[in-house]
């Protein structure tokens, strides 16, 4: 009797372990199916992209280079990626690049690899800050957390005068030599572009274009104004409170 109350056990309870078994094994499908779908689901929902040409030409035609373009879409609110840091140099009694275009909440290191010692300072709304005077040490970088315009100087050199472009634009670049700018993976929709330059004398304006997923989507914006001879705004000492 024992023994075989033991065996009818044993029995009752592979049975048992079968069907626990059997259970998470449905589950682990259940599980990858619904998992399946959801990935599937996502993407077929997932919005095409398309690639956006934009040209900046002056009156005659020719391309404008160093051109901050800003892409931004009418509807509706894109994620970015955390911000990159960028660099702005100075060398040869100037800034390298003169025109910076970053992403708002960016940090910018500004390293001096001139022959000469510099003092960095801004005036602008978006961003006030002022660095020692130095030469070839780097100081911290300096966080751009606000959009707008910022406009840098050197208290020690006068001539000196660069530009940083902060931006709550998803997509966003500078022309090239020849006035282009190419941005990859724009999501199909209507986006409103907006251009600036120190050189631009044009009135603030943007314009509305539709980027389509099937081929590349080409825009040039021809200035009406010649462009200046020098950069504006310039910095100006007067502007800084100290």
Known sequence: MTFNTCTSGGLADDGVRSVTRFAIQLRLFANKFTLGCMLAAAAAMACPAGELDVSVVDRQGRGVGEVVVMVAPVDKHLATAAPAPAVMDQHDLAFLPRVLVVAVGTKVEFPNNDTVSHQVYSFSA????????YKGELHSPVLFDHEGLVVLG??????????IYVTDAPFFGKTDTAGRLRLPSVPVGDYRIAVWSPFIADPDGSRTIHVDGQAITSDEVQLVRELRTRPEPRPRRADWEY
Request: charged share 15%; proline share 6%; aromatic share 12%.
């Open 126 to 133: 978006a961003k006030k800050f002022h660095l020692p005077l």
């Open 154 to 163: 050197c208290n020690i050199h006068d001539s000196m005068a660069g530009y």
